[in-house]
């Protein structure tokens, strides 16, 4: 089966593509307006917490074990925030020595 010319999509009539940036505008103005904390971002520190002694705290490239280990933080290590969505058990953070995701069981909820 032959497959589509790229020009094709390049030569779409500029009337549909100023609409649907028209169309995009009303939704991007709204999400500048909503509190930074709304999308679980924060300026509050955050601590590892319920990693043994001589454990860490794996933060990975994406929202499940499968990710690369980016960096690892030690017990009791404070410094984390959430910097950018939540999935699930997992959020992004970022910390003296990354960002990545990180697996909520290992974060203390109480802010310092």
Not at 43 to 68: E, N
Request: glycine share 8%.
């Amino acid at each position: 089966m032959p497959s589509m010319p790229a020009r094709v999509i390049r030569d779409q009539p500029r009337r549909w593509r100023s609409a649907r940036v028209v169309a995009l505008a009303p939704i991007a103005f709204a999400a500048a307006l909503v509190p930074l904390e709304t999308y679980g971002q924060s300026t509050t520190s955050y601590c590892v917490t319920r990693v043994d002694a001589t454990g860490t705290a794996p933060v990975v490239t994406r929202p499940d074990w499968w990710g690369y280990v980016s960096h690892a933080l030690p017990p009791g290590f404070c410094g984390i925030r959430i910097t950018g969505e939540c999935m699930g058990t997992w959020c992004w953070v970022s910390s003296r020595g990354g960002q990545g995701w990180i697996q909520m069981r290992f974060v203390s909820m109480d802010r310092r």
